[in-house]
């Protein structure tokens, strides 16, 4: 039998599949695009989705995510989209490997995040890594495609064919 760890690769590799085919979508003269003035702008959000498999690493690395203190592996923005899928690329990468050389007792452990002395969540490792890295994508990836049908540009596939995508 697979180890949770193997398990946790190989939903990345499907999930990134759909997200990679997302992020492409973009058109450069939309990053700063917005649907409502309480929306993050189209670039922002592709931006949010390409550093969630950052998660991963830093979930496995830290004990913890305080939100007093810098985090380096979220807060990212880019105006185009070569820059975005570089940087895409570079997170799914390190994510890959942080899975393949993690321990499933890492993913035991208990996990928080605070805000200072306040503590927001607190779960596993293990939980933490579904919550933030897979579950997360697939809402925002889910916003993306709203963007996309008010642009007019062509919502891709994902679990089932889109509109525009019937027959993949």
Known sequence: MADYMDELLKELQWESEKTRKALSRIPDDKFAWKPHEKNRPLGKLASHIAELPGWIPFVLREKELDFNNPVTFLGHSFDNKKDLMDFFDKTLSEAKKALQEGKDKE??????????????????????IRRMSFNHVVHHR????????LLNVPVPATYGPSAEEQGF
């Open 107 to 128: 993913l035991k452990k208990e996990w928080f995040i605070r805000k200072g002395d306040v503590i927001l969540v607190k779960a596993t490792k293990g939980d933490i």
């Open 142 to 149: 889910a916003q993306l495609g709203l963007y996309y049908r």
